[in-house]
C-alpha cells in the first residue's frame, strides 16, 4: 500500500466517511486530482465494504477539448471496471441564465447534478478530489473577500453526503502517486490561464507563501480544525437564540445567526451582505429595509429579526405572512390557509395519529423557530415521510400540479425550512409520533376564482 493511499484511508476511518454498504460516486473530471481519486477508492473499496461509481459533467466550454476529457474518463472507468455516469451540460448558457460568472455557475450547476444523484438514490456519498492545496486557495480567497470566522475553517472533509477523502493530501503528494503508478491524466488548458481568480491565486501567492514559511500549505489542516473548534462552541451558541431579537445578542453570535440565515437560503455569503443585514437589523426600530440578493429574492430585517421573501411576479403570489396566532391567512385570490394549535392528550397513541394523519397535521413541538407562510422558492427542498431522500419541492410539485399552480402554491418554513407544502404535504421532520401532545393543524380552504372573503 502506498504512502498516499495510507494516508486517505487513516483519514476516511478517522472521520467516518464511509460506511460499509456505501455507494460512493467519485466526481471525475480526468484531471490528475480525481484520477488520484478514482485509484485510491478502488483500491480501498474492498477493504472499506464499498462499491465505487463515477460522474463525469461535460461542461461543453472547451469544445474538442472537453470530449478529449470525456473519453478519457470512459477509457478509464472502463479499464478499471467503474460503472461511469456522463452528464453534458452548457455551463456558459447555465451561467447566464444565473446571471452568475461561468466560474460560479458550472460548479453550481455540478453541485446540483451531485445532488441529483443523491436524491434518486443512485449513490449514498459522493466523494470530490479536492486536496490540500485547494483548501488553502479556499482559505486564501475567503480571506481576500473578508469573510468571517466559518469561511476561514476551508473546505469540511465531510459535509452531509459530500466527503473529500484527499483533503490532506498536496498536489505534488498526488503527481507522485500517479507517477508512482504510470497512470497518465488531461489537463484543463484553462487552469494555465490566470483568467480565473483561483488560478491567481494558484499560479501567484500559493508559491509566494510557501517561499515566506516552507510549511504552507500543509500547516492549513491544523489552522482549520483550532479555527472550527472556535466556530463549534460560537456557533452552538448562537442556536441557542435563533428566535431572539437580534438586536439584543452580541456582535459575534448576531452575526452567526445571519450566516446561518444565509446558508440555509443558498445566498452568497460575503462581508459586505452579513455588515448590510447587520446594519439594517440595528437601526431598523422596526421599519421594514430591504437588501437585494441573489436569485432576484429580498432580505428583509424588522423588529430584530431577519426574512427572506420572493418579489410579486403574479398578482395572485404574496411575499411572505408571519405566523404568529391561529387564524385564517388569504393566500392568492382563491384560496385561505386555515391554521390552528391543537392539543388533544388522546391523538398520542400511533393508531390515532396515523389515522388522523392527513399529510396536514404536524407535530408543534418540532418546528424551529418563526413560521411563515410563502411562496415555494429557488432551492426550497423538503424530506416526506417514508422517502429515504431529500427532494427539490420543485420536482415534486411538477409531479403533482399543472405549471400554473406551481407558482402559487402554499408552502409553511419555519427557521430550517420547508416543513409543509400544500401538495406535498410535511416534512418527516415534524411528522406526529407516540410523544406528540401539541398539533399544528393546516387547511386549505378553496374559494371560487375572483371571490374576497
Known amino acids: 500500500m502506498s504512502d498516499l493511499i495510507r494516508k486517505v484511508l487513516s483519514d476516511i476511518l478517522a472521520r467516518g466517511m464511509t460506511d460499509s454498504g456505501d455507494t460512493v460516486c467519485c466526481a471525475f473530471s480526468g484531471g490528475a486530482d480525481s484520477t488520484a481519486l478514482i485509484l485510491v477508492m478502488k483500491e480501498l473499496s474492498e477493504q472499506l465494504g464499498i462499491s465505487i461509481s463515477a460522474v463525469h459533467i461535460n461542461h461543453m466550454l472547451r469544445g474538442a477539448e472537453s470530449d478529449r476529457d470525456e473519453n478519457f474518463c470512459a477509457d478509464l472507468c472502463k479499464k478499471l471496471d467503474i460503472p461511469l455516469k456522463i452528464y453534458r451540460r452548457d455551463a456558459a448558457e447555465f451561467s447566464r441564465s444565473l446571471g452568475?460568472?461561468?466560474?460560479?455557475?458550472?460548479?453550481?450547476?455540478?453541485?446540483?447534478?451531485?445532488?441529483?444523484?443523491?436524491?434518486e438514490g443512485k449513490a449514498s456519498k459522493i466523494a470530490t478530489a479536492h486536496n490540500l492545496n485547494d483548501n488553502a486557495e479556499t482559505v486564501i480567497f475567503r480571506l481576500a473577500r473578508g469573510t468571517g470566522l466559518k469561511g476561514l475553517c476551508g473546505i469540511p472533509a465531510v459535509r452531509g453526503n459530500f466527503i473529500r477523502p484527499l483533503l490532506n493530501c498536496s498536489r505534488d503528494e498526488i503527481e507522485g502517486f500517479l507517477a508512482e503508478k504510470k497512470q497518465d491524466f488531461v489537463t484543463d488548458s484553462t487552469n494555465l490561464s490566470d483568467d480565473y481568480v483561483r488560478n491567481k491565486i494558484r499560479?501567484?501567492?500559493?508559491?509566494?507563501?510557501?517561499?515566506?514559511?516552507?510549511?504552507?500549505?500543509?500547516?492549513?489542516?491544523?489552522?482549520a480544525k483550532s479555527l472550527s473548534e472556535d466556530e463549534d462552541l460560537l456557533s452552538a451558541?448562537?442556536?441557542?437564540?435563533?428566535?431572539?431579537?437580534?438586536?439584543t445578542l452580541h456582535p459575534a453570535i448576531r452575526k452567526?445567526?445571519?450566516?446561518?440565515?444565509?446558508?440555509?437560503?443558498?445566498?452568497?455569503?460575503?462581508s459586505k451582505r452579513i455588515e448590510e443585514i447587520n446594519s439594517a437589523l440595528l437601526t431598523g426600530d422596526g421599519i421594514q429595509k430591504n437588501v437585494n440578493s441573489n436569485g432576484n429574492r429580498l432580505i428583509s430585517t424588522k423588529n430584530g429579526?431577519?426574512?427572506?421573501?420572493?418579489p410579486k411576479a403574479v398578482s395572485e403570489t404574496i411575499d411572505f405572512l408571519k405566523i404568529e396566532k391561529d387564524g385564517s391567512y388569504p393566500f392568492s385570490c382563491d384560496r385561505i390557509v386555515i391554521i390552528s394549535k391543537v392539543i388533544n392528550e388522546k391523538m398520542n397513541d400511533n393508531a390515532n395519529v396515523n389515522k388522523k394523519l392527513t399529510n396536514h397535521l404536524a407535530d408543534y413541538?418540532?418546528?424551529?423557530?418563526?413560521?411563515l407562510l410563502r411562496n415555494r422558492q429557488r432551492g426550497d427542498r423538503i424530506k416526506l415521510p417514508n422517502s429515504p431522500h431529500t427532494k427539490e419541492l420543485r420536482k415534486i410539485l411538477q409531479e403533482r400540479l399543472p405549471r400554473e399552480e406551481r407558482a402559487v402554491s402554499a408552502v409553511l418554513a419555519d427557521e430550517i425550512g420547508v416543513f409543509w407544502s400544500e401538495c406535498a404535504g410535511i416534512a418527516q421532520r415534524v411528522r406526529p409520533d407516540e410523544n406528540t401532545r401539541t398539533f399544528l393543524e393546516i387547511q386549505v380552504k378553496r374559494l371560487p376564482k375572483g371571490t374576497a372573503e
Do not use: C, W
Open 256 to 270: 452567526r445567526i445571519i450566516i446561518n440565515f444565509l446558508e440555509n437560503h443558498n445566498i452568497e455569503i460575503s
Open 305 to 310: 429579526r431577519i426574512f427572506i421573501s420572493k
Open 203 to 223: 499560479h501567484n501567492i500559493l508559491p509566494l507563501l510557501s517561499e515566506i514559511h516552507g510549511g504552507f500549505p500543509q500547516n492549513i489542516p491544523a489552522l
Open 237 to 247: 451558541e448562537a442556536a441557542k437564540h435563533i428566535d431572539s431579537d437580534l438586536r
Open 100 to 119: 452568475m460568472s461561468v466560474e460560479t455557475g458550472a460548479r453550481e450547476m455540478r453541485y446540483k447534478i451531485f445532488s441529483e444523484i443523491l436524491d
Open 365 to 371: 413541538d418540532k418546528i424551529q423557530g418563526g413560521v
